[in-house]
């Protein structure tokens, strides 16, 4: 772990954060994918304007962080900001299909079946 962030005082991340510590998108876990959904306009906070410049293409939220050199916790406040405005959109990204988990259940599959032998 970088722990650069470590280096910086309390005060910055408070300042960052507009003094919060909570409110962040319960949704927005490390392996979230961020996508920029505009551009940074002026007068923007830098560290938002930072964030849709990294995510022009999915990025994870831990890779914004390790970018930014902040903590998971703060960056999660500012993407749930950009989020709330519209500007980025987040998603989580699909697992792989596995014999544990399919894309479709065997239920759904044989009714499939079953629809397509009725045609």
Do not use: F, W
Not at 36 to 61: D, K
Not at 76 to 84: K, S
């Amino acid at each position: 772990m970088n722990g650069a962030h470590r280096h910086e005082g309390p005060d910055r991340l408070y300042v960052i954060t507009s003094g919060r510590s909570g409110g962040a998108d319960a949704s927005l876990d490390a392996v979230t994918l961020v996508v920029a959904e505009s551009a940074a306009v002026p007068g923007m906070q830098s560290e938002h304007a930072e964030i849709l410049r990294l995510c022009r293409n999915p990025t994870a939220v831990v890779e914004v962080s390790a970018h930014l050199r902040l903590p998971v916790a703060v960056v999660r406040i500012l993407l749930t900001d950009l989020l709330d405005t519209g500007r980025i959109t987040a998603r989580h990204p699909r697992p792989a299909p596995s014999p544990a988990q399919p894309l479709a259940s065997p239920d759904v599959l044989e009714k499939v079946l079953v629809a397509l032998h009725n045609l």
